[in-house]
């Protein structure tokens, strides 16, 4: 297993952005790896509710279905994906912490790396990729919120 972990202090209440990152359609503004969604991506997603998601994460495109596992409004969301033609996928936790100054965001990727294959390519060449794409999803997402008024 691969684990991605980012961060990042964002100057917005909890609630606010726990609904702006736990609602899909968001993700394109945000997130580079997010080309589109479909599914329950209008509202702040609820537990068993399913998102699927066009990606292209390090390189490779692909169709991810998303179903929200945990929901424990405004701290943790977790949402377990399935890539559509495979068996992989990998699990996203979202967990925000308030802070006098705004929210703490923690981001965590967890993704299986069957065979020696793929274990070496990833540490090669994937997990760089996907965690420069993982602290520039959250760069985004801190510019996004706090320039809105």
């Known amino acids: 297993m691969t684990r991605i972990f980012t961060t990042a202090l964002i100057r917005q209440p909890a609630e606010r952005l726990y609904d702006y990152v736990t ?3 968001n993700w394109p503004r945000w997130h580079p790896s997010s080309l589109g969604v479909t599914g329950a991506a209008d509202h ?3 537990a068993g509710e399913q998102i ?3 990606f292209q994460v390090a390189g490779r495109r692909g169709r ?7 929901r424990q409004a405004p701290r943790r969301w977790v949402i377990e994906g399935v890539i559509e033609g495979q068996t992989g996928g990998g699990t996203i ?3 925000l912490t308030p802070r006098d100054e705004g929210t703490f965001f923690e981001r965590e990727f ?4 069957p065979g020696t294959w793929f274990a070496l ?3 090669l060449v994937i997990r760089r990729r996907i965690t420069a794409e993982s602290g520039e999803a959250l760069r ?3 510019q996004v919120l706090e320039s809105a008024p």
């Open 64 to 70: 991810v279905v998303w179903t929200v596992r945990e």
């Open 110 to 113: 967890i993704y299986p790396t």
């Open 44 to 46: 702040s997603a609820q």
């Open 121 to 123: 390519l990833d540490w």
């Open 93 to 95: 936790t979202y967990t």
């Open 140 to 142: 985004r997402l801190k």
């Open 52 to 54: 699927t998601e066009d």
């Open 23 to 25: 609602t899909a359609g």
